[in-house]
């Protein structure tokens, strides 16, 4: 057995449950796999084009779901397109043995978000996405569902995350204040802290340009989800600058990059998720890729003053957001260990210190 101290286990843990057979997979890691304090999941072989989204139930296996609501199976060996509106169930390389005191938490990855590939894991006997009960043993899956662009991935492609915890160690309101006097985890002087920490939306503009954001385009081309920069801006974005008036009104089903007001810290020591501030404050919903690595934002691994970016789609009705208003929430909690490598120090640290960036799809 591993022994495993209470909190978000690091990238260290991570390999050592690996190697005691705790997470398991079909091929090894890949160099870059293991981030500060998250694990890429990679997806296998085959994904089934489904007639909906699903959970199993405590009753059922996935394979069990699949058997009724598969339409087709693609094979990903060869790489494979899947196209918006469509649902996918994909299976991943990877799988768990977790024992009785340890849970993990899935989220799509930052580039995932960025081009609007809506992401959740499942599993088995599963009756809530993205979560994965202490002591479960058995595969996992992601549901996939293109929303903007049609994409194209294969086997080893990468558009979740897990993140693995021991105990209760997310901060309460208080232990956030006292983080904020004295690591400055936002660029606010005076941060909202309800349930989290308060992140705003930036419409004032960057640059002289004034850019606040990007608007994607409708019947683009496919994105590689495999190949950085090899897409050009123009062909999927639309810029948007900011007027006088600094609001914007989101168009129903319209997909939409934006960039917090605050920038924003995690010390080595924490790791972070952005959480739906209220459903009550606006039909909308922010920021698919939820977690930020110790490190993100840390002036000693380079990132000082990084933003988080905002991925935002309007439900049903247009709906006029302001600068400044709040969008989202910061919520914290303590690492087990600090990890050997922090975010933006390693490979595959795509943002660190960034602004409004896209994705690193595009170039």
Same mark, same amino acid.
């Given at each position: 057995?591993?022994?495993?101290?209470?909190?978000?286990?690091?990238?260290?843990?991570?390999?050592?449950?690996?190697?005691?057979?705790?997470?398991?997979?079909?091929?090894?890691?890949?160099?870059?796999?293991?981030?500060?304090?998250?694990?890429?999941?990679?997806?296998?072989?085959?994904?089934?084009?489904?007639?909906?989204?699903?959970?199993?139930?405590?009753?059922?296996?996935?394979?069990?779901?699949?058997?009724?609501?598969?339409?087709?199976?693609?094979?990903?060996?060869?790489?494979?397109?899947?196209?918006?509106?469509?649902?996918?169930?994909?299976?991943?390389?990877?799988?768990?043995?977790?024992?009785?005191?340890?849970?993990?938490?899935?989220?799509?990855?930052?580039?995932?978000?960025?081009?609007?590939?809506?992401?959740?894991?499942?599993?088995?006997?599963?009756?809530?996405?993205?979560?994965?009960?202490?002591?479960?043993?058995?595969?996992?899956?992601?549901?996939?569902?293109?929303?903007?662009?049609?994409?194209?991935?294969?086997?080893?492609?990468?558009?979740?995350?897990?993140?693995?915890?021991?105990?209760?160690?997310?901060?309460?309101?208080? $232990?956030?204040?006292?983080?904020?006097?004295?690591?400055?985890?936002?660029?606010?002087?005076?941060?909202?802290?309800?349930?989290?920490?308060?992140?705003?939306?930036?419409?004032?503009?960057?640059?002289?340009?004034?850019?606040?954001?990007?608007?994607?385009?409708?019947?683009?081309?496919?994105?590689?989800?495999?190949?950085?920069?090899?897409?050009?801006?123009?062909?999927?974005?639309?810029?948007?600058?900011?007027?006088?008036?600094?609001?914007?009104?989101?168009?129903?089903?319209?997909?939409?990059?934006?960039?917090?007001?605050?920038?924003?810290?995690?010390?080595?020591?924490?790791?972070?998720?952005?959480?739906?501030?209220?459903?009550?404050?606006?039909?909308?919903?922010?920021?698919?890729?939820?977690?930020?690595?110790?490190?993100?934002?840390?002036?000693?691994?380079?990132?000082?003053?990084?933003?988080?970016?905002?991925?935002?789609?309007?439900?049903?009705?247009?709906?006029?957001?302001?600068?400044?208003?709040?969008?989202?929430?910061?919520?914290?909690?303590?690492?087990? $260990?600090?990890?050997?490598?922090?975010?933006?120090?390693?490979?595959?640290?795509?943002?660190?210190?960034?602004?409004?960036?896209?994705?690193?799809?595009?170039?």
């Amino acid at each position: 057995m591993v022994a495993l101290k209470d909190g978000i286990q690091s990238a260290e843990a991570i390999h050592r449950l690996r190697e005691a057979g705790v997470i398991r997979s079909v091929s090894p890691f890949a160099s870059d796999q293991v981030q500060p304090a998250s694990l890429d999941l990679r997806l296998g072989s085959r994904a089934f084009r489904v007639r909906a989204s699903f959970l199993p139930g405590r009753q059922r296996r996935v394979v069990d779901q699949l058997a009724s609501l598969s339409l087709h199976e693609i094979d990903l060996t060869q790489g494979a397109v899947l196209e918006t509106g469509c649902v996918y169930i994909a299976e991943l390389q990877e799988s768990v043995a977790l024992p009785g005191d340890l849970s993990a938490a899935a989220n799509p990855k930052s580039s995932t978000g960025r081009i609007d590939v809506f992401t959740r894991v499942i599993v088995d006997h599963a009756q809530e996405f993205d979560a994965v009960d202490a002591g479960y043993a058995g595969p996992l899956y992601a549901e996939i569902s293109p929303r903007t662009f049609p994409v194209l991935v294969r086997t080893g492609t990468r558009l979740s995350q897990l993140r693995l915890r021991r105990g209760d160690v997310r901060l309460s309101d208080a $232990e956030l204040h006292a983080l904020h006097a004295r690591e400055r985890i936002v660029t606010s002087a005076e941060p909202s802290i309800q349930d989290g920490v308060a992140v705003s939306v930036d419409l004032a503009g960057f640059g002289a340009e004034r850019l606040i954001g990007y608007r994607a385009k409708r019947h683009t081309g496919l994105v590689d989800v495999d190949k950085p920069g090899a897409h050009p801006v123009a062909h999927f974005w639309e810029p948007l600058y900011a007027d006088e008036s600094r609001t914007l009104i989101l168009d129903p089903g319209q997909f939409y990059i934006l960039a917090s007001k605050e920038a924003v810290h995690v010390p080595p020591d924490y790791a972070a998720e952005m959480v739906p501030f209220d459903p009550l404050v606006g039909e909308f919903r922010v920021h698919y890729a939820g977690f930020f690595d110790p490190g993100f934002g840390h002036a000693a691994a380079g990132g000082s003053g990084a933003r988080a970016v905002l991925e935002v789609r309007s439900r049903d009705v247009p709906f006029i957001i302001e600068d400044g208003q709040i969008v989202g929430r910061l919520v914290y909690e303590r690492m087990a $260990e600090v990890p050997q490598v922090l975010y933006g120090a390693g490979a595959g640290s795509n943002y660190q210190a960034q602004g409004l960036k896209l994705s690193k799809h595009f170039r």
